[in-house]
């Protein structure tokens, strides 16, 4: 029975049983014992009888066969009944009887009063135990509604209530990691806003001053013209911005669901850095392509180009004219990795454990363009895809960034 998986009522399911075989028990002994004490009486009163008729000179076998005679006569009846002991004959007039009575109601009293107070002292410790498991639930509930989940319900043994229980405390689980998700979600938009705020200060704060300037001198085409093209790289700056920050926010938050499907590697590494090639070839640098042009990888084509455009716009800005970028792939029974490596200034050693960090700008590449929010994108979309982005580099020597996706089988 599952009522029984409960320890606490087993315990007293268990007590029960025990009183009702002690009760059993003990009455057994009270028939047995009023059985002799009955006896004991008959045997009392036939001595009397005998003593008396003796006293009177009846003899002695008279006596015996008074003492041992069944059959019931009229005249005996007519001479108890004249006597005053009949069957409504008052228990007083009984001498024998009398005692009797009163030893067998003094033995039932006592024997009721033990087994109730038995009975009262097992059902007072059952419910008082439940009690105490109520209070300590309770206790641990209501630290639940006040968000306290350090106190844990009683789970350490089988039965309804401590199912009831474990769906509680599973509950209490739940809505813990709901209130930290919250929590993370309020750090998270908190965070985001101020790196946000931090990092417009200074093109809102150069475009005031690109416009005063303009507003100082309207009349030189050449003031106007130069701060107008630097109020249009703040601007830009600031768009690159805003809209790198929505991407990882959206990532973040698993706002985007990743559509995989099978291209081409060629396709999707074209794609990706068609914006660039132009970039390149104003700056004297070579973007160079190296792999099967017939494997295919599974992966988001859009997100995934992104992710390759900002790690090559990243080799840009850190090669100067003559240097080279190389695009290379490879394809194992279980992997497909995308190299991009370039011969450019490196990363140093204390930078490369930070570098997909947000808006981390190493000291050494202070002079270098960019808001420090493309690798961290890079980062997000690659590992939103189940896949990994890697690094190795070494100052001055160049850096090479892995790409990494599991092949389907």
């Known amino acids: 029975m599952s009522l029984l998986q409960d320890k606490q009522i087993r315990a007293y399911v268990l007590f029960l049983a025990f009183f009702a075989f002690v009760t059993f028990c003990g009455g057994g002994l009270f028939a047995a014992d009023q059985n002799d004490a009955v006896r004991s009486s008959c045997i009392i009163h036939d001595k009397a009888i005998a003593s008396s008729l003796l006293k009177q000179?009846?003899?002695?076998?008279?006596?015996?066969?008074?003492?041992?005679?069944?059959?019931?006569?009229?005249?005996?009846?007519?001479?108890?009944?004249?006597?005053?002991?009949?069957?409504?004959?008052?228990?007083?007039?009984?001498?024998?009887?009398?005692?009797?009575?009163?030893?067998?109601?003094?033995?039932?009293?006592?024997?009721?009063?033990?087994?109730?107070?038995?009975?009262?002292?097992?059902?007072?410790?059952?419910?008082?135990?439940?009690?105490?498991?109520?209070?300590?639930?309770?206790?641990?509930?209501?630290?639940?509604?006040?968000?306290?989940?350090?106190?844990?319900?009683?789970q350490n043994s089988e039965g309804a209530i401590f199912c009831v229980f474990a769906s509680v405390e599973q509950l209490a689980t739940m809505l813990q990691a709901k209130?930290?998700?919250?929590?993370?979600?309020?750090?998270?938009?908190?965070?985001?806003?101020?790196?946000?705020?931090?990092?417009?200060?200074?093109?809102?704060?150069?475009?005031?001053?690109?416009?005063?300037?303009?507003?100082?001198?309207?009349?030189?085409?050449?003031?106007?013209?130069?701060?107008?093209?630097?109020?249009?790289?703040?601007?830009?700056r600031m768009e690159e911005l805003i809209q790198s920050m929505l991407k990882i926010t959206r990532l973040d938050t698993g706002n985007i669901v990743f559509e995989k499907r099978n291209c081409l590697v060629t396709e999707l590494i074209l794609r990706s850095i068609s914006e660039l090639t132009d970039r390149a070839i104003t700056e004297n640098k070579q973007i160079i392509l190296k792999g099967n042009s017939e494997q295919e990888v599974s992966c988001d084509p859009e997100?995934?180009?992104?992710a390759i455009g900002n790690i090559v716009k990243n080799a840009l800005d850190h090669t100067k004219p003559g240097d080279t970028i190389q695009i290379?792939?490879?394809?194992?029974?279980?992997?497909?990795?995308?190299?991009?490596?370039?011969?450019?200034?490196?990363?140093?050693?204390?930078?490369?454990?930070?570098?997909?960090?947000?808006?981390?700008?190493?000291?050494?590449?202070?002079?270098?363009?960019?808001?420090?929010?493309g690798l961290p994108l890079a980062k997000s979309i690659i590992t939103g895809q189940n896949g990994l982005l890697s690094v190795q580099s070494e100052l001055n020597k160049g850096t090479s960034f892995t790409i990494s996706f599991l092949t389907e089988s």
């Open 57 to 154: 000179g009846v003899s002695r076998d008279v006596i015996a066969n008074a003492l041992t005679n069944t059959e019931i006569s009229q005249g005996g009846m007519e001479l108890l009944a004249a006597l005053g002991m009949e069957g409504q004959t008052a228990p007083d007039s009984l001498p024998y009887l009398s005692q009797f009575q009163r030893d067998t109601l003094i033995t039932v009293w006592i024997g009721l009063t033990v087994l109730l107070t038995v009975l009262f002292a097992g059902t007072l410790i059952f419910f008082l135990k439940r009690k105490k498991l109520y209070q300590q639930a309770g206790k641990a509930i209501e630290s639940y509604i006040n968000g306290d989940f350090s106190l844990h319900l009683p």
């Open 303 to 306: 997100w995934t180009g992104e």
């Open 179 to 236: 209130s930290d998700t919250e929590h993370k979600a309020k750090e998270f938009l908190k965070s985001t806003i101020s790196d946000i705020s931090h990092q417009l200060k200074t093109p809102l704060a150069a475009i005031t001053i690109y416009q005063e300037i303009i507003a100082d001198e309207p009349e030189n085409p050449e003031t106007v013209k130069e701060f107008s093209g630097k109020i249009g790289v703040s601007l830009k």
């Open 328 to 373: 290379s792939w490879e394809r194992t029974p279980v992997i497909l990795r995308i190299v991009i490596t370039d011969s450019g200034s490196g990363i140093a050693p204390e930078d490369i454990h930070h570098i997909f960090k947000r808006f981390y700008r190493s000291k050494h590449s202070l002079e270098t363009p960019g808001i420090g929010l």
